[in-house]
């Protein structure tokens, strides 16, 4: 075959330079799917913790028409304890129940925090029988339910963010 009096060269195909832009622009597209899917999986995991908090100040305000008073709290954990028999920890991950292992179940599974569950998972604090402060780490600097965007009606624990109190 006589390439001379073809169309194409015998040097046909892509130039260095070609590839090069493709592969730039293949990395640019990849790095911005990346990153948008890092944010929508935080602001998943932000929701998450919204929602859980929610669901656990319904089971403290079940407590709280069962006995009359919130449960303490010691290291961040809801306690069983103040006059009733039997007290113990329920731990973020296990049942609600107080008095533990034989009394009313208020949750069936404390909620965990979907990130930081040995470091700064949720937290409870009773400050008294008729208080108490809920507190998480909201991940998404920008969320319009912390501060500076929002003012919470309570102060969170230390190494946290986002709080709520009883109602």
Do not use: H
Request: glycine residues 8%; positive net charge.
């Amino acid at each position: 075959m006589n390439f001379k009096n073809t169309k194409y060269s015998k040097f046909s195909g892509f130039t260095l330079i070609e590839l090069l832009v493709v592969i730039s622009i293949i990395a640019i597209l990849v790095a911005a799917a990346t990153a948008s899917w890092r944010n929508a999986q935080m602001k998943g995991r932000d929701g998450k913790r919204k929602t859980d908090l929610k669901a656990a100040q319904q089971a403290l305000e079940s407590y709280l028409s069962t006995y009359g008073r919130y449960p303490t709290s010691s290291g961040g954990v809801i306690t069983c304890s103040g006059g009733l028999a039997g007290s113990g920890n329920n731990n973020w991950g296990a049942v609600f129940q107080c008095p533990p292992s034989t009394g009313a179940t208020f949750m069936q599974q404390l909620p965990q925090d979907p990130a930081y569950q040995s470091t700064a998972g949720y937290y409870y604090n009773s400050t008294s029988t008729t208080t108490y402060v809920l507190s998480a780490l909201i991940e998404n600097a920008n969320d319009a339910d912390i501060p500076p965007k929002a003012t919470l009606p309570c102060t969170p624990e230390t190494g946290r963010n986002y709080c709520v109190i009883n109602p």
